[in-house]
């Protein structure tokens, strides 16, 4: 069992940054890759970046392509969506997953699992 559990949100005005962590514990030797996802009011949850744990490689929503970067720690088990840029619309609650099985490149949520309680951000215009 992999526990995931997320922190950093908060309240930003449009144009700041925020940094989000989410702290991986349990047997998380067997990674393969980790993503996050954010769900606004009313909306699906949606992916919004990923990173491969094997070879470091990493991808984007169109969305936030170019303002937010995932990134990892590997000695403290750690991953990390640096958000810079913050519009309105980027608020919403942020989740981080870790991904079931091998295969990269997928942005389904049914190919995530071991989801953290999600973290608020909100950005005020």
């Known amino acids: 069992q992999v526990q995931l559990v997320e922190s950093g949100g908060g309240l930003v005005q449009a144009g700041g940054s925020l940094r989000l962590s989410c702290a991986a514990s349990g047997r998380t030797f067997s990674t393969y890759a980790m993503g996050w996802f954010r769900q606004a009011p009313g909306k699906e949850r949606e992916f919004v970046a990923a990173?491969?744990?094997?070879?470091?490689?990493?991808s984007y929503a169109d969305s936030v392509k170019g303002r937010f970067t995932i990134s990892r720690d590997n000695a403290e088990n750690t991953l990390y969506l640096q958000m810079n840029s913050l519009k309105p619309e980027d608020t919403a609650v942020y989740y981080c997953?870790?991904?079931?099985?091998?295969?990269?490149?997928?942005?389904?949520?049914?190919?995530?699992?071991?989801w953290g309680q999600g973290t608020q951000v909100t950005v005020s215009s």
């Open positions: 990173l491969n744990w094997i070879s470091g490689s990493t």
């Open positions: 997953a870790r991904q079931l099985r091998t295969g990269w490149g997928t942005r389904r949520l049914a190919d995530f699992g071991s």
